[in-house]
C-alpha cells in the first residue's frame, strides 16, 4: 500500500487536511487511519438505566472515531488567536485567522448554514468585567451546537469518503522513517506514503509521546488546567449568555495572582462525563434544538499551573487529582456551593432538595479534599468575581462539579509550517501542542495540506 498522503487521527485536524488536500490534489492517493469508530456506530454505552456510569471501553466513543474528541462537543468554533492554542504563533496571526474562517465557510457549506455567530465586538460586558478586576476575551465564535455539529461531520463524510481510503478501528502503532517517506505500521500490517500528517488529539497523547521519542524529535510540557464545572440557572448568565454564547473570563486572584479563567460556556446545556485514559473527569454540551435545552448553563472555572525544572509530568499532576475525585466518588462528584464555603460536604438529602437540579448524576462530596487549596481558594475567588457580574453566581444552591482537567499535550518540535525535523512528517492539531479547539485544529489541517499539496 502505497499512498502519497498518510493522515492518523480524522479528528478535526485530520478531517480538514484530507478535505483541502482532497479538494486541491484529486490526484493524490490519501488515507486516514483512525483507531475509532465510524461516525455513526459511535455510541457511548451509558445509557443513565443499566449502565450510568463509565465502563471504561477499550476505545472511548466519545473521544475516538471519526470527528474525533469534537464530534459529540457543543461545536463552539471561536475565531479568535486570543485562546484555543498557539497557532499564530507559528504561521503568523492574519493566516491563523484567514484559515478559521475558511473552516468555517466549510462548515456552513456542509450542513451549518444558519447557525449562530457571536461577537465580543463592541460589547459594554468588556467594561462591565473591567470594573470588577474580570478581563473578557475577544472573539467570534460560531456555535453549531452538538446536534447541528454531527451533522457538519456527517456531511464531510459522505464527501470524503469518494476521495479518500478511511481505515477504521485501525490503531496506528508505528512510525518509521524510510527512504522515500514514511513507513506506518497499524497490526501485522504497514503502509508506505511520502508525508505523513499526524494529528492523534488528546487521546493520542501517549502515543505521541512515544513516537517523537522513536524519532528523536524533540518536545516539552509544563502546563495543566485544573479546575471544577459550575452549573446554575440559566437566567443568572442569560444577560451574557444572550449576547456573546461563549464568554472567555479571566481573574488574576488576590492571594497568589493565579489566573483563572471561564471555559467552554454551555447556555441551557447539560454537564457531562468525559474519560481520558481511563480517568473519569467533567465537561459540558449544549444543542441548538431547543427541546433539548435545559433550565441550566454551565462552565468551567479553570486555573491554570505551569511547572518549572526539574518537574515534567504536568499532566500526571492533573491525573493524579482526577484519580482522587474517582476514588472518592466512584468518578466525578458534586457540591453545592454553599457546602463548601462552609466546609462540610454534600450529601444526597441536600442536592435533591436544591433548587438547581443537576443535570449529571455525580456523587455528592466534598472538594476541597480533591482539589489543592491554592487552586481551590482561586477558584471560589474568581465565584465571587464573577457574581459582581452575574448577581446570583455565588448562591448556595450553585453546583460545582469537580474536577475538571485540561489536559495539554506537550509541545513537540515543529517549524513554521508545522513540520518536524524530518522532511514531510508534520504533526498537527491537539496532538502537536500547538492547538487546543475546534477551530486552531482544523485550520492546522488545512495549513499543511496547502503547505504539502505547494510541495508536491
Ligand atoms: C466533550 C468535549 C467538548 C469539547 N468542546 C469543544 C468546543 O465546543 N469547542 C472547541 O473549540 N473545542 C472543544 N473541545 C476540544 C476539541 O474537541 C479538540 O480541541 C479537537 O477535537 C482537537 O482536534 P484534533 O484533530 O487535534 O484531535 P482529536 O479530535 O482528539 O482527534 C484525534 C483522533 O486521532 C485518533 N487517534 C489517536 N491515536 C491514534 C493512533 N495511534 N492511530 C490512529 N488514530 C489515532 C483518535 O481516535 C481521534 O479520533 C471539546 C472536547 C471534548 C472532549
Not at 466549510?106 to 473591567?130: F, P, Q, R, W
Not at 527512504?179 to 492523534?200: H, L, M, P, T, W
Amino acid at each position: 500500500m502505497n499512498y502519497d498522503v498518510i493522515i492518523i487521527g480524522a479528528g478535526p485536524g485530520g478531517i480538514f487536511s484530507a478535505y483541502e488536500l482532497s479538494k486541491k490534489r484529486p490526484d493524490l492517493k490519501i488515507s486516514v487511519f483512525e483507531a475509532g469508530n465510524t461516525l455513526e456506530k459511535r455510541k457511548c454505552p451509558i445509557d443513565g438505566e443499566k449502565i450510568k456510569s463509565c465502563i471504561s471501553c477499550k476505545t472511548c466513543d466519545i473521544m475516538n472515531g471519526f470527528g474525533g474528541a469534537g464530534a459529540f462537543s457543543d461545536g463552539k468554533y471561536n475565531i479568535t488567536n486570543d485562546f484555543g492554542g498557539t497557532l499564530h504563533q507559528y504561521i503568523g496571526p492574519g493566516k491563523a485567522l484567514e484559515l478559521m474562517h475558511y473552516v468555517d465557510e466549510i462548515n456552513m457549506s456542509h450542513g451549518g448554514e444558519g447557525t449562530a455567530m457571536y461577537s465580543t465586538a463592541g460589547t459594554d460586558l468588556k467594561k462591565v468585567c473591567l470594573q470588577h478586576k474580570l478581563t473578557l476575551l475577544d472573539a467570534s465564535v460560531r456555535h453549531l451546537g452538538t446536534d447541528i455539529n454531527y451533522v457538519v461531520l456527517g456531511q464531510l463524510y459522505n464527501e470524503l469518503k469518494e476521495k479518500v481510503d478511511f481505515f477504521f478501528n485501525t490503531m496506528v502503532s508505528r512510525v518509521e522513517k524510510t527512504e522515500e517517506g514514511y513507513r506506518v505500521f497499524y497490526g501485522e500490517e504497514s503502509a508506505d506514503c511520502k508525508n505523513c500528517i499526524i494529528s492523534v488529539g488528546r487521546s493520542g497523547s501517549k502515543w505521541m509521546e512515544k513516537v517523537c521519542g522513536e524519532l528523536g524529535i524533540r518536545t516539552k510540557s509544563n502546563r495543566v488546567d485544573i479546575g471544577v464545572r459550575v452549573e446554575l440557572p440559566a437566567l443568572i448568565f442569560s444577560h451574557i449568555t444572550d449576547e456573546l454564547y461563549e464568554s472567555k473570563i479571566v481573574y488574576c486572584t488576590e492571594k497568589f495572582e493565579d489566573r483563572v479563567r471561564t471555559f467552554c460556556m454551555n447556555p441551557k446545556g447539560i454537564v457531562v462525563n468525559e474519560n481520558t485514559n481511563g480517568i473519569i473527569t467533567v465537561n459540558g454540551h449544549s444543542f441548538e434544538d431547543e427541546k433539548k435545552k435545559t433550565e441550566n448553563t454551565n462552565f468551567a472555572l479553570l486555573v491554570a499551573k505551569h511547572f518549572s525544572e526539574p518537574f515534567k509530568d504536568s499532566n500526571g499532576y492533573g491525573e493524579s487529582i482526577a484519580r482522587l475525585s474517582n476514588m472518592l466518588g466512584g468518578g466525578v462528584i458534586v457540591q453545592r456551593f454553599g457546602d463548601l464555603v462552609r466546609d462540610r460536604r454534600s450529601n444526597q438529602k441536600r442536592i435533591a432538595e436544591n433548587t438547581v437540579r443537576p443535570t449529571l448524576a455525580a456523587t455528592p462530596g466534598d472538594l476541597s479534599l480533591v482539589l489543592p487549596k491554592r487552586i481551590l481558594d482561586g477558584i471560589m475567588e474568581m465565584v465571587y468575581a464573577l457574581d459582581k457580574i452575574a448577581p446570583g453566581t455565588a448562591n448556595d444552591d450553585t453546583l460545582l462539579y469537580g474536577v475538571e482537567v485540561k489536559f495539554y499535550n506537550m509541545e513537540v518540535e515543529l517549524d513554521e509550517h508545522l513540520e518536524t525535523v524530518h522532511k514531510g512528517l508534520y504533526i498537527i492539531g491537539d496532538g502537536s501542542g500547538v492547538t487546543h479547539s475546534l477551530s486552531h485544529a482544523s485550520a492546522s489541517g488545512v495549513y499543511v495540506a496547502d503547505r504539502i499539496c505547494g510541495r508536491l
